[in-house]
């Protein structure tokens, strides 16, 4: 039986064209008429006057970030917990210091008033942040409005990590527009892909200049090499670039494919005591549902997630476990944390489905199969 992945790349048939594009006019390098057109399309798609600079990776395009937030040796940064590794790496490639803040049960996202209780300690302590790393999990866009307003009042520079929600929406506003710098990854297993690489989305014409200077080794314009700063070899190139152009095209797709996936399993557990999917637990909440997520409780399902994930193995079926909470990693238990166990609890009854776009029916019905009869 062919394996169901968790989340694939999707190609749409047309990046070959834009490639082809970039080989005749031999713009094979970090030039070209596909960068420049990848980032006026994601500009115009993103609104709100932002101005958008491509890099290799999402990581990297954090670590930009935190450099242009001016994030150095010992600085804190606040960081959401609960998800991917790549959130708060490069506050260590920075030589800075993560401080960890948990998740509120409606988005599984950063809580608000464990941020408020970590800015004010922090402050106590004579250690004002430097930079705030919230996360739209999932897709799922975080309580930004709220987290904004706490980054505003304490005058802290707000970085969002959409690197898993590009297309999502808060009050109708596109995730990765509410923060002075935002994150979006084309990685391969995202909603749309370049073979790998990332964006900055900056707030203004200068400093996405600032960021492609910096991904391109931080060269001063003079003829010859002279380098007043470090710079990093981060830009993203005019074929990937290629790939980008097309995905965008089928961006909207895309989307409403992942948020079908969210309906059927919505409508596959409905019935099944103990389980709960995550979901928009308002109008003001648009997500992507980039990945489909379950949280399943042991004692009234009869069965826990790891014992789904089994089944759904036993059968080629990928399903995968949640983010488990940053602060509890070996890497960074001795870094403070903020919060309650929201974050915890999530991680050990949670699962992902499947949930690519190119999730066919058949496939559909093998995961009916399996989690019908395992969880009935
Ligand atoms: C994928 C991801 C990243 C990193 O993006 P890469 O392009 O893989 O470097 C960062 N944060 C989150 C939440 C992600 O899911």
């Given at each position: 039986m062919s394996k169901i992945a968790l989340s694939?790349?999707?190609l749409s048939g047309h990046e070959l064209s834009y490639i082809q594009d970039a080989f005749q006019r031999n713009e094979v390098s970090v030039y070209g008429a596909n960068l420049v057109q990848f980032e006026n399309d994601l500009e115009d798609y993103l609104g709100e006057n932002t101005k958008v600079a491509c890099t290799i990776s999402?990581?990297?395009?954090?670590?930009l970030a935190l450099?242009?937030?001016?994030?150095?040796?010992?600085?804190?940064?606040?960081?959401?917990?609960?998800?991917?590794?790549?959130?708060?790496?490069?506050?260590?490639?920075?030589?800075?210091?993560?401080?960890?803040?948990?998740?509120?049960?409606?988005?599984?996202?950063?809580?608000?008033?464990?941020?408020?209780i970590a800015i004010k300690d922090r402050i106590s302590k004579g250690k004002i942040p430097k930079a705030?790393?919230?996360?739209?999990?999932?897709?799922?866009?975080?309580?930004?409005?709220?987290?904004?307003?706490?980054?505003?009042?304490?005058?802290?520079?707000?970085?969002?990590?959409?690197a898993e929600a590009l297309g999502s929406e808060y009050k109708g506003r596109k995730c990765g527009t509410f923060g002075d710098f935002a994150?979006?990854?084309?990685?391969?297993?995202?909603?749309?892909?370049t073979a790998g690489g990332g964006a900055i989305i900056c707030k203004s014409e200068e400093m996405k200049q600032k960021a492609i200077f910096l991904a391109t080794q931080a060269r001063e314009k003079v003829p010859y090499y002279l380098h007043s700063e470090i710079g990093y070899n981060y830009r993203m190139n005019n074929i990937a670039a290629g790939i980008g152009r097309a995905q965008m095209n089928v961006l909207q797709n895309y989307i409403k494919k992942r948020r079908e996936n969210h309906d059927f399993y919505t409508k596959l557990f409905k019935n099944?005591?103990?389980?709960?999917?995550?979901?928009?637990?308002?109008?003001?909440?648009?997500?992507?549902?980039?990945?489909?997520?379950?949280?399943?409780?042991?004692?009234?399902?009869?069965?826990?997630?790891?014992?789904?994930?089994?089944?759904?193995?036993n059968e080629n079926i990928e399903s995968r476990p949640l983010w488990k909470p940053l602060h509890l990693h070996p890497m960074y238990a001795t870094f403070d944390f903020y919060g309650e166990k929201v974050g915890e609890n999530i991680f050990n009854t949670g699962l992902c489905l499947p949930s690519g776009s190119n999730l066919t029916t058949q496939e559909k019905e093998r995961i009916t199969q399996v989690i019908a009869a395992f969880l009935a």
């Open positions: 694939t790349s999707h999402g990581t990297a395009a954090i670590h450099i242009l937030a001016g994030v150095i040796q010992h600085d804190e940064v606040i960081c959401q917990s609960m998800t991917y590794v790549a959130s708060a790496n490069p506050i260590l490639y920075q030589g800075a210091i993560p401080v960890f803040v948990g998740s509120e049960t409606h988005t599984w996202n950063m809580c608000p008033d464990a941020l408020e705030i790393i919230v996360v739209h999990s999932y897709g799922m866009p975080a309580q930004i409005d709220k987290i904004a307003k706490l980054a505003k009042q304490y005058n802290i520079i707000l970085i969002e990590d959409a994150v979006i990854s084309f990685n391969s297993n995202k909603i749309i892909t099944i005591e103990g389980t709960e999917v995550l979901k928009e637990t308002s109008t003001d909440y648009f997500s992507n549902h980039w990945l489909t997520c379950v949280l399943i409780n042991k004692e009234k399902a009869a069965h826990s997630s790891e014992e789904l994930r089994t089944a759904l193995q």
